[in-house]
């Protein structure tokens, strides 16, 4: 099968590795889609992220197939069944001396029936594949561009409710990328009084618009965040030291500051003498496999359009190229196709 691969910081290319063989736990998974992470996905392509992997690796973790094949202990999956983050290579181990950037970008991958493995071995070798709690089914009137978002709309619905209750709240969002909109799209769905989304980008932000916000500022062209203690929640999905700096002055007393995004230095400075009297710091830690049900339900009554996000599509051999896309000012997301149905 085709597999990207990190051979070395800032050289990607497609290799063949074996299809993977699933164990009586595991279901062998036709990938369909995987979308690419501007944030994780090129920092580790670059070796720019502390925790990356040795390397040469298998990238992608945002990534949807479905079952053709299962193992004969396997209870919670069947043929037919679209899944949710199949690995190539599981996280820990390795395949011809490639080890695992979670590894959905290529053509084949596994999922793991975790609980079938726990009921039935209490002391099997289970834990060393904690990663597939997040394996989950999407129902099949979902479209693949759908689930392969849903992995996003998930991690920052999860983490926005770490941020308290939205109904009636002034928002911010600093940022304008899938993760920045999709923070924007969940708070005025959620009920917020006004959503504000701060970015560098006129056609990311004019898609804000699109999903609630009910103003933007564009900072590249000008705008500033300057203004009063305006704010109940502020978002930052950059975790820059520079995005605390210049929007702690706007949070009101008792308002939380949800810190979601980290730069490569993983540190995050305040300067107290800007922040309101009462105020709480907030570490998005989202639990993904969590809110998987309450996600499916509330998109199903009232969904998000992935083509909001989705502005690049193509083949494995175009990965480079999805990576050079989202550099561009009209991009948001891309994705890899595989097996598309």
């Not at 706007?250 to 009297?277: C, I």
């Amino acid at each position: 099968m085709k597999a990207a691969i990190v051979e070395a910081p800032g050289k990607i290319v497609i290799r063949d590795l074996p299809v993977p063989k699933p164990n009586p736990y595991q279901a062998l998974v036709r990938m369909e889609v995987t979308g690419v992470c501007s944030a994780t996905d090129r920092k580790l392509s670059l070796g720019l992220k502390p925790f990356a992997p040795s390397y040469p690796c298998l990238l992608g973790h945002e990534g949807v197939g479905t079952v053709v094949e299962t193992g004969g202990r396997v209870v919670n999956f069947k043929v037919g069944n679209r899944v949710l983050r199949p690995c190539g290579i599981y996280p820990g181990q390795e395949t011809q001396g490639i080890s695992s950037a979670w590894g959905s970008f290529c053509e084949f991958a596994l999922v793991t029936d975790l609980e079938a493995w726990k009921n039935q071995e209490p002391a099997g070798e289970h834990s060393r594949f904690g990663y597939a709690r997040m394996q989950k089914k999407v129902p099949a009137h979902w479209s693949t561009d759908a689930a392969c978002m849903l992995i996003t709309w998930k991690e920052t619905f999860s983490s926005l409710q770490q941020g308290g209750a939205m109904e009636g709240r002034a928002v911010a969002v600093l940022g304008d990328g899938a993760v920045g909109l999709s923070f924007a799209a969940w708070s005025h769905a959620l009920g917020a009084a006004s959503v504000e989304v701060v970015g560098h980008r006129a056609f990311r932000l004019e898609r804000a618009r699109i999903l609630g916000a009910s103003v933007t500022r564009n900072l590249r062209a000008g705008d500033t965040f300057e203004g009063g203690r305006d704010f109940d929640l502020i978002v930052d999905t950059l975790g820059t030291n520079e995005a605390v700096a210049t929007s702690l002055p706007r949070l009101r007393n008792d308002g939380k500051f949800l810190v979601y995004g980290m730069d490569s230095t993983f540190e995050t400075h305040f300067d107290r003498s800007t922040a309101p009297q009462r105020w709480s710091y907030v570490q998005a830690n989202p639990d993904e496999a969590g809110v998987h049900d309450e996600v499916l339900r509330l998109l199903d009554k009232k969904p998000f359009d992935p083509a909001t996000w989705i502005t690049f599509r193509g083949g494995i051999e175009n990965l480079p190229k999805a990576f050079t896309h989202l550099e561009s000012p009209e991009s948001v997301k891309a994705v890899i196709t595989f097996h598309e149905t």
